[in-house]
């Protein structure tokens, strides 16, 4: 009995450190970083291409050239699952990074938008951005304000039906 009993301690902590592990394991996310500019808001948005890749079929092998060959298809999928309620969203740039965590580089993709509103205050708004997670409901977005490291808020998928809400945005505090 002893022995079974501590078999079951033995296991349960076996489980619980893997499970610490998996906590603590960093894994990349797609970062949004707003900036204010003018009357627009430049948005930089960094995507793990691991991730990316599950959601666009991408040319092999990933280049800089082949990014940039098919940089109209990515701007545009990029530029339809972003939108703002009465905003023109515009992407400018697509380029390959490599982002880095303490288990290593990856590679990722940035791009580069401007969200520009019909009318109104350019700091107050709500985001809807589901790139990615409309095919990876695991993953996340981080969305923080340029140049700061505060955390505006996360975007992600509902587990029980995968709906993506609207982050709302307010520069001002």
């Not at 960093?26 to 990316?52: C, G, K």
């Not at 060959?69 to 703002?84: G, L, R």
């Not at 490599?98 to 590679?107: C, V």
């Not at 009318?119 to 107050?124: L, S």
């Amino acid at each position: 009995m002893k022995k079974a009993l501590h078999l079951v301690v033995f296991s349960a902590l076996a489980l619980l450190g893997g499970a610490v592990s998996a906590i603590a394991h960093p894994i990349p996310e797609t970062t949004i970083e707003l900036t204010v500019e003018n009357q627009s808001v430049r948005a930089d948005v960094t995507i793990p291409l691991n991730e990316f890749a599950l959601a666009f079929d991408l040319s092999t092998p990933v280049t800089d050239d082949t990014i940039s060959a098919q940089s109209p298809q990515i701007a545009q999928y990029v530029a339809e699952h972003t939108h703002a309620d009465g905003w023109s969203v515009a992407v400018s740039e697509i380029a390959l990074s490599t982002g880095q965590t303490d288990e290593g580089s990856y590679a990722e993709l940035v791009a580069t938008m401007r969200l520009e509103p019909t009318a109104g205050d350019v700091t107050d708004f709500d985001l809807y951005y589901d790139a990615v997670l409309e095919r990876v409901i695991t993953h996340n977005i981080l969305v923080s304000f340029g140049g700061s490291t505060d955390l505006i808020g996360v975007i992600y998928a509902e587990p029980k039906d995968g709906s993506v809400a609207p982050l709302h945005i307010d520069l001002n505090g």
